[in-house]
């Protein structure tokens, strides 16, 4: 974060999204040291969440697809093998562990 709020331009906009992470943690995240710059470039931060846009979903559903489908995006998951490893799944969620989407793959 250090690098991006250093480098803000006047009227900066930052999107907050993805926080799973630190649930558990025993200690609040480190702050940024250029956090000030968001006073000096009179940014705006804010938090949303998947709630705030849930009515938009078909929307994203089909434009998503068709990236996809023309092989203009591709999705980034962690599969983990076998329903007995859902602890551990789990935990990778809370420890940051996962790239993208996390699936269990259920044997049978």
């Given at each position: 974060?250090?690098?991006?709020?250093?480098?803000?331009?006047?009227?900066?906009?930052?999107?907050?999204?993805?926080?799973?992470?630190?649930?558990?943690?025993?200690?609040?995240?480190?702050?940024?040291r250029a956090f000030a710059n968001?006073?000096?470039?009179?940014a705006t931060l804010q938090g949303?969440?998947?709630?705030?846009?849930?009515?938009?979903?078909?929307?994203?559903i089909a434009e998503i697809s068709?990236?996809?489908?023309?092989?203009?995006?591709?999705?980034?998951?962690?599969?983990?093998?076998?329903?007995?490893?859902?602890?551990?799944?789990?935990?990778?969620?809370?420890?940051?562990?996962?790239?993208?989407?996390?699936?269990?793959?259920?044997?049978?």
């Amino acid at each position: 974060m250090d690098a991006i709020f250093a480098r803000l331009n006047v009227g900066a906009r930052i999107a907050l999204c993805g926080l799973i992470s630190g649930y558990n943690s025993a200690e609040p995240p480190p702050g940024p040291r250029a956090f000030a710059n968001l006073l000096v470039q009179r940014a705006t931060l804010q938090g949303f969440i998947i709630l705030d846009h849930l009515h938009r979903a078909p929307e994203a559903i089909a434009e998503i697809s068709g990236l996809i489908a023309q092989g203009r995006l591709t999705p980034l998951e962690t599969v983990v093998e076998g329903f007995e490893q859902l602890p551990t799944a789990i935990n990778m969620l809370f420890d940051g562990k996962n790239i993208g989407k996390l699936v269990v793959k259920v044997s049978g």
